[in-house]
C-alpha cells in the first residue's frame, strides 16, 4: 500500500524517509498502541531523529487522515 501510495501521490513521492507496515504488529506492541483484545492499533505518527530518539509522538484512535 505504501509503495502505490507513494507512486500515486506527488507529495508523498518527496517523502525522503521510510514508511513501514506493521503486518505482524510487532511495531504497535513496540511502541504500546495495540489493542490486544480487538487486534487492532491506534493510529500513530512518531517522529524518530537519525539518533534513534523519539523527538515526537501523536496517537489517537482517528487523527482526521
Given at each position: 500500500t505504501h509503495k502505490?501510495?507513494?507512486?500515486a501521490s506527488d507529495?508523498?513521492?518527496?517523502?525522503?524517509?521510510?514508511?513501514?507496515?506493521d503486518p505482524t504488529a510487532t511495531l504497535a506492541r513496540n511502541f504500546e498502541v495495540l489493542i490486544e483484545e480487538e487486534g487492532l492499533a491506534l493510529r500513530g505518527t512518531f517522529v524518530i531523529d537519525p539518533a534513534?530518539?523519539?523527538?515526537?509522538?501523536?496517537v489517537g484512535?482517528?487523527?482526521g487522515f
Open positions: 502505490a501510495w507513494h507512486a507529495t508523498i513521492a518527496k517523502v525522503r524517509y521510510p514508511l513501514v507496515g534513534g530518539r523519539i523527538k515526537v509522538i501523536i484512535e482517528n487523527l
